[in-house]
């Protein structure tokens, strides 16, 4: 069975101080690791997909790597306007279709 | 701009009520997902539908149905409410990797949410 574990489960930072999320998993063969931000009272909303180890994508000030058990996201001089809870999630190669979903981490950046 | 629609924000329902939750999208996406997130458990699939008419249950399909009739329409049905079904409900939809292919490029577009009281 498929496990994603995302450490700590709450982070508060201030305005400026870089830091990283944790996302570990277990899977039967890592068909794609995908990170989604979510906001209060919203949807998920997509931010990155990672295939293989050593793969790296960046968008403004996140910054999210891989490697074969777990992947990070590097916020880098956060802002207020990143807090929100952060969710990671796998595929593995035994499903077609089905993601398994870490618990989140909730990141809150005060000014 | 990808818009996946849930037709409430909030409902409060009484428990044996049937119950529906509808969604619509409008990008032509083969995939339809229906989530719910609790506090402490999590994103958790109830069911999923790779084209119309098509579904597979998720982990925690019991006490639940869906309904596709159309491609950008995906329902989701609660037949007797219970209290445990007090939940956040989330829709969301997916390319599939190939059309008619049971897959998931894994890019989900979510709707905001369908927050269901059960009294």
């Known amino acids: 069975e498929d496990q994603v574990t995302q450490s700590p489960e709450a982070l508060r930072l201030q305005e400026g101080e870089s830091s990283s999320l944790n996302c570990s998993y277990t899977?039967?063969?890592?068909?794609?690791l995908f990170w989604y931000r979510q906001d209060p009272g919203k949807g998920p909303e997509f931010l990155f997909t990672l295939y293989s180890a050593g793969e790296e994508k960046e968008k403004e000030r996140l910054k999210a790597t891989l490697t074969k058990k777990e992947s990070f996201l590097h916020i880098t001089a956060p802002k207020p306007e990143d807090s929100a809870t952060y969710l990671c999630a796998v595929q593995s190669g035994g499903s077609n279709y089905k993601l398994t979903f870490g618990k989140g981490t909730l990141l809150t950046v005060n000014p | 701009d990808v818009k996946v629609t849930q037709s409430s924000r909030y409902l409060v329902k009484r428990t044996g009520e049937k119950v529906f939750l509808e969604c619509v999208q409008d990008m032509d996406h083969e995939n339809m997902f229906w989530y719910r997130q609790d506090p402490g458990l999590g994103l958790r699939l109830i069911y999923f539908s790779y084209d119309v008419k098509m579904k597979e249950k998720g982990d925690i399909p019991e006490g639940y149905s869906v309904s596709r009739e159309k491609k950008e329409r995906f329902s989701l049905i609660l037949e007797s409410a219970s209290t445990n079904q007090t939940s956040m409900y989330l829709c969301?939809?997916?390319?599939?990797?190939?059309?008619?292919?049971?897959?998931?490029?894994?890019?989900?577009?979510f709707g905001e949410g369908s927050r269901l009281t059960v009294l």
């Open positions: 899977v039967s063969g890592l068909r794609g």
């Open positions: 969301a939809s997916s390319f599939a990797l190939a059309s008619g292919r049971l897959s998931n490029t894994g890019e989900l577009f």
